[in-house]
């Protein structure tokens, strides 16, 4: 099979990075110790910085001070709980709906005032001016004009008009959410991550360049999961400084196996991997405290065990009538790592990880996979048309069609949660 499932991963000391792991409790701590000194104290140095320099011989690098801007944003909004609300739309009406309310954030007023909602440690005199909220704006503009282009597009050339869009829409998304970015021009231009057409894979992380891939992974932090009037939130910082860590490479057949809605047409093409687990979530009081009940599997299939473990660290798991029970206290809530997805419908899926310990934000995954077919598009055109044209294989094809008009109607849903407020599903009415 030449479009095999293939996910490999190698430790590097030398990777390109968002930010550097460091003891900011320490340095907080002799901060307020810096500020508690009479002013003749203070006099001797030049600020706190200085006087933790000199006092203690510690000095916290620019990637150090970006760690110290995630995990302020992150202990802010665990807080704050910043889940956005659910609204549901007419399945019937999906795109001109979604198109409207993303239409409806397109206004630099409107982006200044998310800009401090989605960031609590921007206060009211360092939010983003109107300057740099117009090219926000533009971002948001170009990107949904190129994705109603690309819904009319012939498939040939769609995955290049919807990459394009995708690119735009990060931009935005990273500015507004990311703590160590407040303009477009901090952004690097690189894309970050690079489709291996030898290996029929993307690789990230580690040694590859920091560009649009990486800032977008940063600026999703925040894991955070609707289901049933149950909302949970959990940082997955640790994830990210694993992808930093590591040369990652998921092949074009990994990152499909990822993805609820294609399940069915992905098992035609390859019945040996899937990734996607159905899962539910209910709560129950023990002791007085709360409790998450997650039930992973659907009786048939079930998920890598040791993987769950490690999701939930867990030491075991409970086997219930064929799926996996675990129970989290919320007071422990914050410390899992599952990869969770909502399909369409807000129906949950817990993902098997193809690299251990990575969590992958869900429109990041599609994020790789559209960039992936625009460069098999652009750069082997032979190879597209093979691909169309069922001489890899009629299942190969058909998974590919049903990816693309999957991303049109699914791409513009994800924007919305960060970008917004809001987080839509659609309901058949």
């Known amino acids: 099979m030449s ?23 320490f340095f907080v701590n002799k901060t307020n110790e810096f500020k508690s000194l009479n002013k003749v104290e203070q006099g001797k140095y030049k600020g706190a910085a200085d006087y933790i320099r000199k006092t203690y ?8 001070k970006n760690y110290a801007l995630f995990k302020s944003e992150i ?37 200044k005032e998310i800009y ?37 597009t012939d498939i040939l050339t769609k995955p290049l008009i919807d990459f394009y869009a995708a690119t735009a829409y990060a931009y935005a998304i990273i500015v507004i959410n990311s ?65 930093q860590n590591s040369n990652i490479s998921l092949s074009l057949s990994a990152l499909l196996s990822m993805i609820p809605e294609i399940q069915d047409d992905y098992q035609r093409f390859d019945n040996d991997h899937s990734c996607v687990h159905q899962l539910t979530i209910d ?47 919320s007071n422990n809530i914050g410390n899992i790592i599952p990869t969770i997805y909502n399909d369409i419908h807000g129906n949950l899926w817990y993902i098997d990880s193809p690299i251990e310990g990575i969590v992958l934000p869900e429109i990041c995954i599609h994020f790789l996979i559209i960039s992936a077919l625009c460069s098999i598009m652009r750069y082997t055109p032979h190879e597209w048309s093979d691909i169309l044209s069922n001489k890899i294989s009629s299942a190969f094809s058909l998974l590919i069609n049903r990816y693309l008009k999957l991303f049109e109607k699914k791409f513009p849903m994800m924007i919305v949660p960060y970008v917004s407020n809001y987080s839509p599903i659609f309901k058949i009415k």
């Not at 479009?3 to 409790?25: I, P, Q």
């Not at 983003?128 to 117009?134: D, Q, S």
């Open 179 to 243: 703590p160590i970015h407040k303009s477009l021009d901090s952004l690097n231009q690189s894309h970050g991550h690079k489709y291996i057409p030898s290996k029929k894979s993307i690789d990230f992380g580690g040694t590859m360049p920091r560009g649009t891939f990486l800032d977008l992974v940063g600026a999703i932090f925040m894991s955070r999961v609707t289901y049933n009037g149950i909302e949970i939130q959990y940082p997955v910082i640790n994830s990210i400084e694993n992808l």
């Open 57 to 64: 011989n510690f000095e916290m690098s620019p990637l150090g």
């Open 283 to 329: 709560t129950e009081t023990r002791n007085a405290k709360l409790e998450y009940n997650f039930y992973v599997g659907d009786g048939i299939k079930k998920p890598n065990y040791a993987k769950l473990k490690e999701a939930f660290f867990k030491s075991s798991i409970k086997e219930l009538q064929g799926s996996y029970k675990i129970t989290v206290d």
């Open 116 to 152: 401090r909602q989605k960031k609590l440690t921007v206060s009211e005199k360092s939010g983003l001016n109107t300057e740099r909220a117009k090219t926000i704006v533009e971002c948001l503009k170009q990107g949904r004009s190129l994705l109603q282009t690309g819904q009319h």
């Open 75 to 111: 202990d802010k909004q665990l807080v704050k709980h910043l889940i956005p609300n659910v609204i549901f739309i007419d399945y019937m009406l999906r795109e001109e709906a979604i198109f409207d309310l993303l239409a409806s954030f397109e206004d630099e007023k409107y982006i």
């Open 3 to 25: 479009y095999e499932w293939k996910a490999t991963f190698e430790k590097t000391n030398s990777g390109n990075r968002l930010f550097e792991v460091c003891d900011v409790a």
